[in-house]
Nanobody
């Protein structure tokens, strides 16, 4: 069993920045984690969880149009951790942010508790 723990959320003013972290623990080694495509998703009340960004084992990245140019996903395989640097934040970025292995996200399984991001003046 692999646990994913998100952190780094908080309240920030429009135009501000936050860096989210997602640490994987449990039955996983750095070698195994390095082979995963990892993704960030977000969810607001009453809406479905939506894709934000993902990063392959080779470091190739993909972003939702709504965050392209503002968010950057990265990973540190030695730490079994994936990051989401969020710049130029907008009120519409307010959501609970989740990370997951991409295939588990598509299977809608193994979600963590998420981390709340609120963008407001």
């Amino acid at each position: 069993q692999v646990q994913l723990v998100e952190s780094g959320g908080g309240l920030v003013q429009p135009g501000g920045s936050l860096r989210l972290s997602c640490a994987a623990s449990g039955s996983i080694s750095g070698l195994i984690f390095s082979g995963y495509t990892m993704a960030w998703y977000r969810q607001t009340p009453g809406k479905q969880r939506e894709f934000v960004a993902d990063i392959t084992s080779g470091g190739r990245t993909n972003y939702a149009d709504s965050v392209k140019g503002r968010f950057t996903i990265s990973r540190d395989n030695a730490k079994n951790t994936v990051y989401l640097q969020m710049n130029s934040l907008k009120p519409e970025d307010t959501a609970v942010y989740y990370c997951n292995r991409a295939i588990w996200a598509r299977q809608n399984t193994n979600w963590g508790q998420g981390t709340q991001v609120a963008v407001s003046s």
